[in-house]
């Protein structure tokens, strides 16, 4: 088969699989957040960390039925907990559920689970408050996968949707990952790893121009809002391959800001970093289904931070743009 590399040519990527395995997980392991415990609700936990492709509900129970609903989408963890400290902010303006899954099954059936979970959800409750979505890291990818693979685009009708740090493209550190046979061999432990290729015939379902229109089809740009970190080890905006610049651009969106640096949160750890959860609190507090919750509130020690933000990043010389 021509596409084996020579032996002594394929041990320096055989050597590197475990490692590219491991980086390309996307999200830390944070300790695991009790607090929803003390709400009377023993169970809620422990279906968050079964991560059984289920929607879980976690919100305090209330006679309010016509809130808005909030959907989490975690990361490529084990600990779907990270997203806890979102939980306990929001969970009194918004009926709040996780998916929870296991990130460790195929990108397109966790897709395929998440939309048979919303028509699920949709047909209880309709979400008459509406619907938003925020997705972390690696879970842009399982529901931009999602929205393409769906037959029914009206179940996102009214959707708007925010993306911390995705990997969209792709993730920087999945670059490496061209030959076929070490695709097949680190898709065996790690199937973040190869949806997360800029390469590739997936790359190009999901991240191209038909994949992408059918996306903004459901998910309409001006309800989309994409929240990055300044050098992010995972982003592609430094690529110079137009392809994977046009893919880059198409997952953004064209609603982008970018957290400085200087500001310290990264990745990993952006779900439990106080300023990263406040610039999430600005952009949920100007979405319409949250206009009317009330002044916003800021980690004391982030002032005017949102000042430093800025858009579509690299957009003046990639030579991309929205949907090809």
Same mark, same amino acid.
């Given at each position: 088969m021509k596409f084996f590399l020579k032996p002594w040519r394929q041990l320096p990527a055989l050597a590197a699989l475990g490692l590219v395995g491991g980086l390309l997980g996307g999200c830390a392991v944070v300790p695991a957040n009790q607090s929803l415990l003390k709400d009377g609700q023993p169970g &809620? #936990? !422990?279906a968050v960390m079964e991560r059984k492709d289920r929607l879980v509900h976690l919100s305090r129970p209330a006679d309010d039925d016509h809130k808005p609903a909030l959907l989490l989408l975690h990361g490529a963890t084990d600990d779907p907990t990270e997203m806890m400290d979102i939980v306990q902010e929001w969970r009194g303006t918004y009926d709040v559920f996780l998916y929870? *899954?296991? *990130? =460790?099954? =195929?990108v397109q059936t966790l897709a395929t689970r998440l939309v048979d979970e919303l !028509? %699920? #959800?949709k047909a209880k409750n309709n979400f008459p408050g509406g619907l938003t979505i925020v997705t972390f890291s690696y879970s842009a990818i399982v529901f931009r996968t999602a929205v393409i693979q769906a037959d029914d685009p009206a179940l996102f009708a009214g959707v708007s #949707? &925010?993306?911390l740090v995705p990997t969209a493209g792709g993730s920087f550190l999945a670059r490496s990952l061209r030959n076929p046979l070490v695709v097949f061999l680190v898709s065996l432990t790690s199937q $973040?790893?190869?949806a997360e290729r800029p390469y590739g015939r997936f790359a190009e379902e999901i991240w191209g121009g038909a994949g992408s229109k059918k996306f903004y089809a459901a998910i309409p740009p001006e309800r989309m809002h994409t929240i990055l970190i300044e050098a992010d080890e995972h982003s592609l905006a430094g690529v110079k391959n137009l392809q994977i610049q046009a893919h880059y651009h198409n997952g953004l969106g064209p609603n982008v800001v970018v957290i400085p640096k200087s500001f310290g949160v990264t990745h990993d750890y952006f779900p439990t970093n106080p300023v990263? %959860? @406040?610039y999430l609190r600005k952009v949920l507090e @100007? #979405? $319409?289904a949250t206009a009317d919750n009330g002044p916003a509130t800021t980690p004391a020690n982030a002032p005017g931070i949102f000042a430093h933000t800025r858009l579509n990043p690299g957009a003046e010389n990639s030579g991309a743009g929205l949907v090809q």
């Open positions: &809620v #936990l !422990k929870s *899954y296991n *990130y =460790h099954e =195929h !028509k %699920r #959800l #949707l &925010v993306q $973040p790893s190869t990263g %959860r @406040a @100007a #979405l $319409p």
